[in-house]
């Protein structure tokens, strides 16, 4: 089982949907969680940090499920800018130290 | 605030050769994470630097290796080039000089594109 997974999609939507990503992570002491957005041919940029009592901003919404693993985004009314490769990331500790842990994205296209 | 800058933009080698990419992370950050996203396989960790000193590696082979100076600026070195190390390579900065490191995100540079011929 891969470490992070997400569906990578695509996700063609209008301007103006709801759109929900989902990712699952596989090591159960992971204590961190984010996510980043990466543009086509740029470098990946924070979105969010992912609280264990959910959060927002503006219109996007993380929640953290810690008993399933489940991490989602949900983006309410797209932007045709939101268009982008959505990056689930969670930490991974292990005795050497730790380091972040990205999953492969998901892909979403909105259009007019 | 100078955000990380990795140098150069691209890179052009051919099989067998060496090739050094530099980054410099923003200021205030020690820690210094590379990473390689090729075509279609997402960000895959390579290397991480904090202090000085090598933390922790991905499961990449020797000859991909790296250092970190006094002023916390790194180099990744790629010994004996082959072809499916053509990928943009990433390099990311963190604080973690406060106990809540774990929850610090990490901030990247432009990356490294490196084609190999």
């Known amino acids: 089982r891969k470490e992070v997974e997400q569906d990578p999609g695509p996700f063609n939507v209008p301007e103006g949907a709801t759109v929900a990503f989902n990712c699952t992570y596989s090591?159960?002491?992971?204590?961190?969680f984010f996510w980043y957005r990466q543009d086509c041919r740029k470098e990946p940029k924070l979105l969010m940090s992912?609280?264990?009592s959910g959060n927002e901003d503006g219109r996007f919404t993380a929640q953290l499920n810690r008993a399933s693993q489940y991490i989602s985004l949900l983006i309410r009314d797209s932007k045709l800018s939101d268009s982008a490769t959505y990056l689930c990331?969670?930490?991974?500790?292990?005795?050497?130290?730790?380091?972040?842990?990205f999953g492969k994205g998901t892909t979403l296209s909105v259009s007019s | 605030e100078a955000g990380v800058t990795q140098s150069p933009t691209h890179l052009i080698k051919t099989r067998g050769q060496q090739a050094t990419l530099r980054c410099s992370p923003i200021?205030?950050?020690?820690?210094v994470y590379w990473y390689q996203q090729a075509l279609g396989l997402g960000l895959q960790f390579l290397l991480w630097?904090?202090?000085?000193?090598?933390?922790n590696r991905g499961n990449f082979p020797p000859r991909f290796s790296g250092r970190q100076f006094p002023n916390y600026s790194s180099e990744l070195n790629v010994n004996a080039l082959e072809l499916e190390d053509s990928a943009l390579y990433l390099c990311?900065?963190?604080?973690?000089?406060?106990?809540?490191?774990?929850?610090?995100?990490?901030?990247f540079g432009d990356g490294t594109r490196l084609s190999i011929l």
């Open positions: 990311a900065s963190r604080r973690l000089r406060d106990r809540s490191f774990s929850n610090q995100p990490q901030h």
């Open positions: 090591n159960s002491a992971s204590q961190s």
């Open positions: 992912v609280y264990s």
């Open positions: 990331v969670v930490n991974k500790r292990n005795q050497a130290g730790t380091a972040l842990i």
């Open positions: 200021s205030g950050h020690t820690s």
């Open positions: 630097y904090d202090e000085g000193e090598e933390r």
